[in-house]
């Protein structure tokens, strides 16, 4: 999956001219968090609402609701705007795009093709629902928390084991254990009692089932 996939397209842009109380009242209006500034087709700025928020005048200002109106409307976005900015590439994978968010603390970035022209915006809410979307979780499932040693063939057997009791997997993760072993998490569709035939199966792999749980189907909403 890619975040060309996710990703808003043709995003609403400002340019660095639009004034603070202009974005403000776009983003309240849009319900937007954050704002692209493209100058032509030049990406030049990134603005959020906390951005907005560092320049406005808090609760306790002595100015008159007039006055906090002129200097707002005077203050451009080129005054306030972010522009060192962190961006992904459209072709990207939405692991990448989840990296980049984590290790720079941001929830959303520019998304650029291979001309450096701003093509869309992704956010921290399509990479989640990216990733439920990744493990299948809209659909009733039953889930194998299984502990295994890292070693290879793991996969291939559990698949192996699932098709001969004509069982499908709708997803499959896994992550390091303690000492070296490996936890896979195993979502397979169905019946939950057909499905807990196989434990014995499993077992005979050398696997040790930590937990088996039947999860019910869970509605999403929105796109975020």
């Known amino acids: 999956m890619f975040v060309a996939d996710r990703m808003t397209k043709n995003p609403v842009t400002i340019s660095p001219e639009t004034s603070v109380s202009h974005a403000h009242e776009l983003m309240r209006n849009k319900k937007f968090r954050r704002l692209p500034v493209v100058e032509g087709e030049k990406l030049v700025g990134w603005v959020t609402e906390r951005d907005l928020r560092e320049v406005s005048p808090s609760s306790a200002t002595t100015l008159s609701v007039y006055e906090m109106n002129y200097l707002l409307s005077k203050l451009k976005i080129a005054d306030v705007m972010q522009k060192d900015l962190v961006t992904v590439p459209v072709d990207a994978a939405v692991e990448e795009a989840a990296l980049l968010m984590y290790r720079h603390k941001i929830g959303g970035m520019p998304v650029l093709d291979g001309n450096q022209h701003l093509v869309g915006i992704i956010t921290e809410t399509d990479i989640f629902r990216a990733f439920l979307d990744m493990m299948d979780v809209v659909h009733g499932a ?12 793991v996969f291939a057997a559990l698949s192996g084991l699932f098709a001969r009791k ?8 896994n992550y390091p254990g303690p000492d070296g072993s490996a936890y896979i998490v195993v979502r397979v569709p169905g019946d939950h009692d057909t499905a807990k035939e196989a434990v014995p199966d499993i077992e005979l792999l050398g696997l040790k089932i930590i937990a088996i749980n039947q999860l019910p189907p869970m509605e999403l909403q929105g796109k975020g």
């Open 142 to 153: 039953t889930r194998f928390t299984l502990q295994s040693e890292d070693k290879i063939g």
């Open 166 to 173: 004509g069982l499908s997997i709708s997803s499959v993760t």
